[in-house]
């Protein structure tokens, strides 16, 4: 097996920076060839106009999600740990501010420029009665069409990938999240098809593209109760949803 094939994470080391400079001399200098352009349906105008939205897509769709490499970058800490190479190992708390923020920010990002709507699974565990979030897996990076359309729409038939995303972490998914072009108030689709549709599970909505508020309080927080029926608990903000 080649060093490659062994490697349990999937990005093989950047390419050399001469090469990078010139890919994009070459997708730059395409404005220029008008023949292939026409070739193709666009004009040079066109595509001078779409380059930078068709390359931030570009990077929505390939930006690989950073779990495997946090995942990968442990054991070799645990293992150099284990060999005395290193005398002490601090890892970060997931579950804190911290994660939400970050996430938060991820799902901003991911509509493009408020482009169109984005969501995400919240995995975590019980702790003491409540429930941590832990971690964020986003909706196209389990299914890649889940956002095309504008509004989140998740294919159930992709939930075996989630579930193995659980298994293989340990967690349990606690809520959704879903940013909304407007306010926080459940859609009526929303409300008749629950992501997960098991009582007690909780949806979020981030309202105006998760640009202005992101914090509980100013976010929607809904619990699903069952047989089509929802509580609300938007206005007790972090008596409900605590950053810590
Ligand atoms: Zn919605």
């Known amino acids: 097996m080649s060093a490659e094939r062994a490697a349990p994470c999937k990005h093989p080391g950047a390419p050399q920076e001469a090469i990078v400079e010139k890919v994009l001399s070459i997708v730059a200098s395409l404005a220029d060839d008008r023949a292939y352009l026409t070739q193709r349906g666009l004009s040079p105008e066109e595509y001078r106009h779409a380059l930078p939205a068709a ?15 946090r995942q990968f970058l442990a054991s070799v800490f645990e293992e150099m740990l284990s060999r005395g190479l290193i005398s002490k190992l601090d890892q970060p708390r ?10 938060v920010e991820e799902l901003r990002r991911r509509t493009l420029n408020r482009r169109r709507e984005s969501g995400a699974f919240l995995l ?3 702790e003491a009665g409540a429930k941590r979030i832990l971690e964020f897996v986003y909706y196209d990076d389990i299914d890649p069409n889940a956002l095309k359309s504008g509004i989140v729409h998740f294919a159930g038939a992709k939930l075996p990938k989630l579930w193995g995303i659980c298994r293989a972490r340990g967690f349990g998914v606690v ?5 909304h072009p407007g306010g926080y108030q459940q859609s009526p689709s929303d409300q008749a098809d629950p992501v997960i549709p098991r009582a007690g599970h909780l949806a979020i909505i981030i309202p105006h593209f998760a640009c202005r508020d ?8 809904y619990e699903y109760l069952g047989n089509g029926s929802w509580s609300t608990h938007t206005n007790q903000g972090r008596a409900f949803f605590n950053l810590d």
């Open 94 to 103: 997931y579950g804190d501010d911290n994660t939400w923020s970050a996430g």
């Open 124 to 126: 975590g565990r019980d």
């Open 214 to 221: 992101t914090k509980p309080g100013g976010i929607g927080l």
């Open 175 to 179: 809520a959704d999240v879903h940013v």
């Open 55 to 69: 390359i931030e897509q570009f990077r929505g769709s390939r930006g690989a999600g950073i779990s495997d490499r």
